[in-house]
């Protein structure tokens, strides 16, 4: 390797709310202060789409935005995006290229491939992507699935190192679509940076009142996009089953997505327009999970929900459907209660059984706090670290 620091090129889609523009800039932002140096490439949000540039440096050092970058296929947006990446990875000549997201992860492999085929071994990047969730299934139709799982073979034997980020996700990117080689496939756990979460203390009632919530009401949280893939919708029909027997039941949905309409009108059509509120994107998180008394999470597909692991470091108890990466973060009957996708009755049985328990939401309180240890920033940057240079002594 060439002495001095190392040099990464990272590309992200785009920076909205959620787990993976959060890794991309921590590494961003953290991995300087590790022998690296850093240029961080991305794209802009969607409409309706709440950013997180500001976990950046104001500076914007090392920050290049490419407007035709995001997530939705557009061909000529695409291959503007593909030039504007390429023209990055020739002028910083990185050591490694590491990419997240679907998106930026085919174009950002591809701008990688095109350099390393025009330097001879020595001087070749390892060339990485993190799988944050995947979209092999539940996205598009059959074809359209088929048809990101042959790019995403074709896309590995040009990649060094996969990065997955729980072993449900390894798994199923290794065993069941056939996505990528055991041998290629590491799992390094999202890390975040949870200081603020875990000074959360007891139950603070602000939040129900600033809702027009009885104070008495047991809260239950649902934070994240609201996009079909979350069906908020199955939440928001649980809650009108739970309700029934515990008339104390509210829920609150901090997020925004197309489908933010329609579901407040479904809550009002159902008569839950006083059970149910709709926040749109808050930046004061740690408040709202003091406000809690649990969090739900009813997607159909995950890769690992930063919402739950937030939750668990402010000590909140999980009710969560069963998908993805979701058991690898929720112990079912220890850190809250897991349940099968797309079953309303299921979930609000498990909202009623843990408000109607004090005992146990206060075990789970306690153990959900410990669990959120393995989330911290220092063990990613340990992974990223390690993964990198050793990466890099194989490839070259």
Known sequence: MNPGPIKVVRAIARLNVGGPARQAALL????????????????????????????????????????????????????????????????????VVHTHTAKAGALGRL???????????????????????????????AAGSAAVRMSERLLSTVTDRVIAISPRQQAAIVERFRVAPANRVRVVPLGLDLGAFLAVGDL????????????????????????????????????????????????????????????????????????VAFTGWRRDLPEVYAGLDAVALSSRNEGTPVALIEAMAAGRPAV????????????DGVT????????????????????EDPGARARMRRAAREAADRYDRSHLLDAIDGLYRSGLAARR
């Open 320 to 331: 969560a459907t069963s998908v993805g990466g979701v058991p690898d973060v929720v112990e």
């Open 204 to 275: 603070d009632l602000r939040l129900r009142r600033s809702l027009g919530f009885p104070e008495d009401s047991f809260l239950v949280g649902c934070i994240g996009r609201v996009v079909p893939i979350k069906d908020v919708g199955m939440l928001i029909a649980a809650v009108a089953v739970a309700s029934r027997g515990l008339p104390g039941l509210r829920l609150v949905v901090v997020g925004d997505g197309p489908e933010r309409e329609a579901l407040e009108r479904a809550a009002v059509d159902r008569g839950l327009g006083d059970l």
């Open 336 to 355: 809250g209660f897991l349940v099968p996708p797309g079953d309303p009755g299921r979930m609000a049985a498990a909202l009623v059984r843990l408000a």
């Open 28 to 95: 961003h932002v953290e991995l300087p202060r590790r022998g690296f140096e850093t240029v961080l490439v991305h794209g802009t949000v969607s409409p309706g789409e709440a950013d997180l540039e500001d976990l950046l440096p104001a500076s914007r050092d090392g920050v290049v935005k490419v407007a035709e970058l995001g997530a939705r296929i557009r061909p000529l947006d695409d291959v503007r995006a593909l030039l504007a990446l390429g023209r990055v990875v020739f002028r910083e000549k990185p050591d």
């Open 111 to 141: 701008a990688a491939l095109a350099y390393n085929l025009t330097r001879r071994r020595s001087k070749r990047c390892l060339v990485v992507h993190t799988f944050h969730g995947h979209v092999f299934e539940g996205y598009f139709g």
